[in-house]
């Protein structure tokens, strides 16, 4: 008791010396003259009307966090750098292990991280919405609980959630105004996993409002609460990708050690390809859907955004588990990684799309792996017809979001389905729908009965199996693919695809590759993903964010 008592004197004396450090301050700058200059780009859904959001303070965002802050200075986070920046969850639970790190350290390391960037005006991503006010004090409980932790758990690590994911801690927006108080009673079914194996949600992120099922040629990374998300390897210059942005730019960013994204036609696979991050959107089923603001139940479904391979596996296992409440849920058994990744590409079979072999960047790392060993099928997929695919989205979007409204958001929450969210937008368009609402108008003018519905999903559905048919025929462990050039049809043949970096084009900008797999062939593809990774080491930290 003595020396305990010795030691306490001895760590306050230590946080007295300590220099508090002057506040931050989230200034609105004027940026008249970075949107005038963003008219010139090429790309029309690029010419940006607003960078900044018009509802959202950071000032109050980081308000909980300012006396912890005070005393975490410039050189502590320096010190920390090497122990986090860039590094996989196995190497940051041996740093804690050894003593070199805490938990408590990694979350105010991320905090300070977010802070120094989002509050510089020429460095601002605009990737985060809202931060967990007790995240300090459960990090602290972390360190005092921690036992025996594996060096593949998820226990107290820093985790951001895509803000169509509820969480009691924040509000879940879907970044529109109309949900701008949407504090859930419960946590989303992935989220309560989370927590039960000892994650910790550091806060929410930016995303394309309404998960991009809003307006019709808007910016990729836009909503009405966060303002436009940017990409950091290409600020305001190339596109984030969408609709899972925010998830993208902050682990791209190393603003905590992964991000939940959600997908119902590559909405995983963009952001992840276009921010150099890995991105997994499995099966159908692997995950549950319950608890997350919805566009279609027939192909929606959240994923892992991490930096390595090794992390995307211990994350999905983290949020796994079958939901009673959700009727695609399927039980899992089968350990995601269980540190037994090989990598080599001995007996492994991929398909590749000669369509995409004048792709200089494909066509070299086809013939890296052709090297390394894999057998690579040449293949070329029949024509296919993708029709009533905006009507799968339009009537699923119609029927499953007035569900969510009325089972899981705040019952304070005053729209109750798409047609009133358009009537709420039109009181004041300029702030709530900048770029306009033309899907949600789409939605409300659909008459297409449940089912004709039916009709159209199994034909998508029959469609996507017969462009991926080679995976069965020439019995292939992965169809290679670019970017989420082909999300759309893995979506309706529900077939997971795991995107990892190949590379970067001349601009800058990075590319993916991307697995499209079998059904329920998670661990296979994230093998693979993983004997890739080790063979390219191609992701590279964004320059101006080191």
Request: glycine content about 6%; proline content about 4%.
């Amino acid at each position: 008791m003595k020396n305990f008592s010795i030691l306490m004197v001895f760590m306050l004396l230590i946080y007295a010396c300590k220099e508090k450090q002057p506040d931050v301050i989230f200034a609105k700058y004027d940026e008249t003259d970075a949107l005038i200059s963003q008219q010139n780009h090429k790309r029309k859904r690029m010419q940006f009307k607003l960078f900044q959001s018009k509802v959202l303070d950071m000032n109050d965002v980081f308000k909980p966090f300012q006396e912890d802050l005070a005393y975490f200075s410039e050189e502590d986070y320096q010190s920390l750098k090497p122990l986090i920046l860039e590094q996989d969850i196995p190497t940051l639970q041996k740093s804690i292990k050894e003593g070199k790190l805490s938990y408590e350290k990694l979350t105010l390391f991320y905090l300070y991280r977010i802070r120094k960037f989002e509050s510089d005006s020429t460095k601002s991503l605009n990737s985060i919405i809202a931060l967990n006010p007790n995240v300090i004090e459960e990090a602290r409980k972390k360190d005092k609980a921690k036992k025996r932790i594996s060096d593949f758990s998820i226990y107290g690590m820093p985790i951001l959630l895509k803000d169509n994911i509820n969480t009691k801690e924040m509000p879940t927006t879907a970044g529109a105004i109309a949900l701008q108080r949407n504090y859930t009673k419960n946590d989303a079914f992935i989220v309560e996993k989370l927590k039960e194996k000892g994650a910790l949600i550091l806060g929410k992120v930016n995303l394309s409002e309404w998960a991009y099922y809003f307006c019709s040629g808007c910016p990729l990374g836009y909503s009405a609460i966060g303002g436009q998300t940017l990409n950091p390897y290409g600020r305001g210059n190339f596109e984030t990708g969408g609709s899972s942005s925010g998830s993208g730019v902050a682990v791209a960013t190393n603003f905590a050690v992964a991000a939940v994204g959600t997908e119902t036609s590559g909405s995983i696979t963009s952001p992840s390809s276009l921010n150099s991050v890995v991105g997994l959107k499995p099966t159908i089923g692997v995950l549950s859907r319950t608890g997350i603001v919805p566009i279609s139940s027939t192909l929606d479904t959240p994923g892992p955004m991490t930096k390595s391979v090794i992390d995307n596996a211990i994350f999905l296992e983290a949020m796994l588990g079958y939901d009673k409440n959700d009727t695609a849920s399927k039980e899992i058994k089968e350990s995601s990684f269980k540190n037994e990744f090989k990598s080599d590409f001995k007996g492994v079979k991929l398909g590749v799309l000669k369509t995409l072999l004048s792709d200089s960047i494909y066509a070299l790392n086809i013939e890296k792996l052709r090297k390394a060993g894999a057998e690579i099928v040449e293949i070329t997929p029949p024509e296919i017809s993708f029709n009533g695919f905006r009507t799968l989205l339009n009537i699923d979007m119609k029927h499953d979001l007035p569900k969510y409204l009325s089972e899981q958001a705040d019952k304070s929450i005053f729209v109750k389905n798409v047609n009133s969210v358009v009537a709420f937008n039109k009181k004041d368009s300029l702030l709530r729908a900048p770029y306009g609402q033309q899907l949600f108008d789409g939605i409300v003018n659909d008459s297409t009965t449940l089912k004709e519905l039916e009709v159209i999903k199994n034909n998508l559905k029959l469609e996507g199996e017969k462009y991926l048919q080679a995976l069965k025929q020439n019995n292939l462990d992965a169809i290679l693919s670019i970017n989420n050039y082909h999300s759309g049809i893995a979506a309706v043949a529900l077939h997971p695809t795991l995107t990892v970096p190949m590379g970067y084009k001349a601009s800058g900008e990075p590319i993916s590759l991307t697995f499209v797999g079998k059904p329920f062939s998670e661990r296979k593809l994230l093998e693979i993903g993983y004997a890739f990774e080790a063979l390219t080491k191609a992701r590279k930290i964004p320059e101006n964010y080191q």
